[in-house]
């Protein structure tokens, strides 16, 4: 069974740091294009970034500067490192298959973050 | 960038009536639109890809049309279960935008 399940989300300070994981059963994360979407409380859908399986990775201008996309092969692991979190970054993170010319197919259930003080 | 813009904002309508919802991008996308409904709580799920491919296990109440900057996400025969909302997406380049959603209920 085709499966992501994203972990790291919680409560931290506006400046501060969080790095999301997302784990994938039944594909190989580098073998493709792998995606994180947010949803902030009560509004609607937005891209946040995306790695190519070539390694291109691309991000919102929301978010470009301090946020990195990454992955980890031998532990067929993405990640979403975050940093001088904003209290607009607040939202429940997923990750997704696909991509580029990729539909988005495969979804987690998500990881919230809140950032306040 | 581009924009994706939905209409209705939401919708009520009764059991088995026909519902369309539209979706207009501000520059040409090809064929590159997805359409996606999420249910309370629950992750998106890919609905329609390609403008009008249907998704496995999608049943076949739902269907997609157009291309280029206009398109249209129809349900033949609105269920109870269909209560969502419901996004289009554009892709196929690096940037992915989603419109602003419309909330599908029943009357």
């Known amino acids: 069974e085709v499966q992501l399940v994203e972990s790291g989300g919680g409560l931290v300070h506006p400046g501060g740091s969080l790095r999301l994981s997302c784990v994938a059963s039944?594909?190989?994360?580098?073998?493709?294009?792998m995606t994180w979407v947010r949803q902030a409380p009560g509004k609607g859908l937005e891209w946040v970034s995306t790695i190519y399986s070539g390694g291109s990775t691309y991000y919102a201008d929301s978010v470009r500067g301090r946020i990195t996309i990454s992955r980890h092969d031998s532990k067929n692991t993405l990640y979403l490192q975050m940093s001088r979190l904003r209290t607009e970054d607040t939202a429940v993170y997923y990750c997704?298959?696909?991509?580029?010319?990729?539909?988005?197919?495969?979804w987690g259930q998500g990881t919230t973050v809140t950032v306040s003080s | 960038d581009i924009q994706m813009t939905q209409s209705p904002s939401s919708l009520s309508a009764s059991v088995g009536d026909r519902v369309t919802i539209t979706c207009q991008a501000s520059q040409d996308v090809s064929k590159y639109l997805s359409w996606y409904h999420q249910k309370p709580g629950k992750a998106p799920k890919l609905l329609i890809y390609d403008a009008s491919n249907l998704e496995t296990g999608v049943p076949s109440r739902f269907s997609g049309s157009g291309s280029g900057t206009a398109f249209t996400l129809t349900i033949s025969s609105l269920q109870p279960e269909d209560v969502a909302t419901y996004y289009c997406?554009?892709?196929?380049?690096?940037?992915?935008?989603f419109g602003g959603g419309t909330k599908v209920e029943i009357k």
């Open positions: 997406q554009k892709y196929g380049n690096f940037v992915l935008t």
């Open positions: 997704a298959r696909g991509g580029g010319v990729y539909r988005l197919d495969v």
């Open positions: 039944g594909i190989i994360v580098n073998s493709n294009y």
